[in-house]
């Protein structure tokens, strides 16, 4: 194709004089970014990951008004190795408690008289129990002046020990130092342990403890393989990968420096997630486009002239899903939860990077290279075009063209089958479950719970402008509650502590959490907190936030198709096959869960992330194969034009879904069940989508429909 036929900017990047600045300017402006600009910082809060306006969140708002406010709360467990702790022991466990609560008052402001009434269960009695050195069982043993509870079957003791920490990390150092401290001053035949919310929190963040490194070493392993394996060749994988990598980094700094600038939250979770997908959704667009430049350098002597010809022949289509997956991406900014509305606008930013370097560094640098980077397989002029060729993708369109309704109709019924599985889905996780490999705050947690009231580690919290007594009465008449007091009080501002008799996170911790919202419903500015009730909130917003959310990717992504495509049935169509796709990945998901990993729940969050990625993602697929379609079917009509679309596409297509699939794969590295649940989901739908539904339904559609799948517009062939 003559060069005056494409447009200037393409022919300015893959043009001989201007190739070299568009190749180097943007790699060096990034590298100097990267090594002289930090990430964004930002000092967590306690309300990041709360739904905004949700009664536990008001909860935790009023706690942190308490002039005695000393952060969470560590419940250091003592347990006999055998037998019962004896007297000698438990007058040494004794002399521990009260060296840690010292220790305590003198990191911490605003102490609580010499009395022994502290704040957020300073005084050892963890969640409101009483008790003392003495085996009282909690709620008894009034006047016992010891700081340590004695389990009523003396196996095991506990105390509460206020956490001063100004970050999450303070609070993994902070929990990690208890740890150390009580374990060298455990007494002979007594195990130590560590739970609480302080710990839990501690142990949720050691998971992310360098895990950006691990994910982003995974991430590049698993792309470089990949990229070998397509290219088969020993140097033309590490132009896409390097810039991908260096697009990787320079959006984690810009991304997490804008949400800084915004003063929008994000957590240790959003830059892993992040880099996933830059280079999942980076490392697509750059095959597509090498793909296409193969086949120019194929008809066309100048390699120049090939670049300029195969990126405006690729600009609409990456253009288009880059848009279709940042609108998709920015509409997490109307969720509920504060570190979902940074995770959809870092996300957003590191797709517009990562969609810039692919259509403007990556093209630079390949013709800068010149056709050698192909070696072995070095592309000639003469060469058969892909297009033009009868392999494995051709022979797959023929064998839908021969019976196309029938495979539309086996093709929707496997999809439907495998989507019943969405009927008998169940969210919520419980602490219990968040973790792939146990950590010692949920063993102590459990342990705990067989020798005191299941809630004893995570108390149901009031926090009340009322009067406190009355409040108090009213938590006390709760059926389920084990025992309740108050535990903090300043500046008109009360805080009661209510332990339940089920563990955390079963239905009855639940129910208790309702029942006490009931009993103190009449009292105002009177709301309910913990970590049940924080379930019970984020279980409701999370439902919310998906009918207010998904309704609103799908009229995005129809609008963007309706726009691209100047169609009505196919844009619809489209849609049509990427729900059904999420519906069946979500199906089948459920089963592995349940069959193979043992996972009882999903996550409440990952839905929606979930839906986001593939359909955001999937219809990139869809764009893929369509637009080159249409392009063919001005020549060759519609049937001929979609098989010689999906001959043209159906490799580099199946290339880039599997990569993106493994990609997203890597997120298991992380022992987070959340994250390995999104990326076993986002790994079944994407091979779903790229190996069945891109592959066989939407060309069969096409071919069963004819020019009627481009209605309104005209494609006539000649």
Not at 169 to 188: F, H
Request: with cysteine; aromatic share 6%; glycine share 10%.
């Amino acid at each position: 194709m003559p060069s005056h036929h494409t447009p200037a900017p393409a022919r300015a990047i893959a043009g001989r004089r201007l190739a070299w600045f568009f190749a180097l300017a943007p790699i060096l402006l990034a590298v100097f970014v990267i090594a002289f600009v930090p990430e964004g910082e930002r000092e967590a809060s306690p309300l990041d990951t709360l739904p905004v306006g949700a009664d536990s969140t008001l909860a935790v708002e009023l706690e942190e008004q308490l002039p005695d406010d000393e952060g969470q709360v560590a419940i250091v467990l003592w347990t006999a190795e055998s037998g019962e702790l004896d007297q000698a022991t438990q007058g040494e466990l004794t002399q521990q408690g009260l060296a840690l609560l010292s220790e305590s008052s003198g990191q911490a402001d605003g102490q609580a008289d010499a009395q022994g009434e502290a704040p957020d269960g300073a005084s050892g009695q963890p969640g409101g129990s009483q008790g003392g050195s003495q085996g009282g069982p909690p709620g008894g043993g009034e006047g016992q002046q010891s700081p340590v509870v004695v389990s009523e079957d003396k196996t095991a003791a506990i105390v509460a020990v206020p956490v001063v920490s100004e970050s999450n990390t303070d609070n993994i150092d902070q929990v990690e130092e208890l740890r150390d401290q009580l374990d060298a001053d455990a007494p002979d035949g007594v195990e130590v342990q560590v739970t609480g919310p302080a710990a839990i929190q501690a142990d949720i963040g050691q998971v992310f403890d360098g895990a950006d490194i691990r994910l982003l070493a995974a991430t590049a392993a698993v792309v470089a393989i990949l990229l070998i394996i397509t290219y088969r060749s020993p140097v033309l994988w590490l132009v896409p990968l390097t810039v991908v990598a260096i697009a990787d980094r320079l959006a984690a700094i810009v991304s997490t420096n804008v949400l800084e600038a915004v003063s929008v939250a994000w957590d240790e979770s959003t830059v892993g997630i992040l880099s996933v997908l830059v280079f999942g959704a980076g490392t697509d667009y750059a095959l597509l486009l090498i793909s296409r430049y193969r086949d120019e350098l194929k008809t066309t002597e100048s390699r120049h002239v090939a670049m300029a010809h195969a990126l405006s022949r690729t600009f609409e289509a990456v253009l288009s899903s880059a848009t279709t997956v940042v609108l998709g991406l920015l509409t997490l900014l109307l969720s509920a939860i504060p570190t979902t509305r940074g995770l959809g606008l870092a996300c957003a930013v590191g797709v517009v990077i990562a969609a810039t370097f692919a259509l403007v560094v990556l093209p630079a640098a390949l013709v800068l290279f010149g056709r050698w980077v192909f070696w072995p397989r070095v592309p000639h002029v003469g060469d058969a075009v892909l297009v033009d060729s009868r392999g494995v993708w051709r022979r797959v369109g023929d064998a839908v063209a021969r019976r196309p309704r029938t495979f539309v109709v086996a093709t929707v019924a496997g999809l439907a089958v495998l989507a019943t599985g969405t009927l008998s889905i169940t969210t919520g996780l419980d602490p219990a479950d968040q973790f792939l490999e146990q950590p010692e705050a949920i063993a102590a947690a459990e342990r705990l719970g067989e020798s005191f009231p299941a809630g004893t580690s995570d108390p149901v919290q009031v926090l009340t402008r009322e009067k406190p007594d009355q409040v108090l009465a009213a938590v006390e008449e709760v059926d389920g509650v084990d025992s309740a007091r108050i535990t903090s009080t300043g500046d008109g501002i009360a805080r009661i502590d209510a332990v339940p008799d089920a563990a955390p996170g079963s239905d009855g911790a639940q129910a208790v959490v309702l029942d006490v919202r009931d009993a103190v419903a009449d009292f105002d500015d009177t709301h309910v907190g913990g970590g049940d009730a924080e379930a019970l909130d984020a279980e409701e917003y999370a439902a919310s936030d998906r009918k207010l959310i998904l309704p609103l990717i799908l009229l995005l992504v129809l609008g963007a198709l309706l726009l691209l495509l100047r169609s009505i049935v196919a844009p619809l169509l489209l849609v049509a096959t990427v729900v059904a796709t999420y519906a069946a990945s979500m199906g089948a998901s459920w089963w592995l869960f349940q069959t193979v990993f043992g996972f009882e729940a999903m996550d409440t969050g990952v839905p929606l992330l979930a839906f986001l990625f593939l359909v955001a993602l999937g219809v990139d697929y869809n764009i893929f194969l369509v637009t080159r379609a249409r392009e063919e079917a001005r020549d060759h009509g519609t049937r001929t034009g979609m098989l010689r679309a999906l001959t043209a596409t159906g490799g580099v297509i199946t290339s880039a879904g599997i990569l993106l699939a493994a990609v997203f794969a890597v997120l298991g590295v992380l022992p987070l069940v959340v994250l390995a649940q999104l990326g076993a989901i986002i790994f079944v739908g994407v091979l779903l989508d790229t190996l069945v539904v891109r592959t066989v339904l939407v060309p069969a559609l096409a071919l069963t429909l004819g020019d009627t799948f481009w209605w309104p517009r005209k494609v006539t062939g000649r």
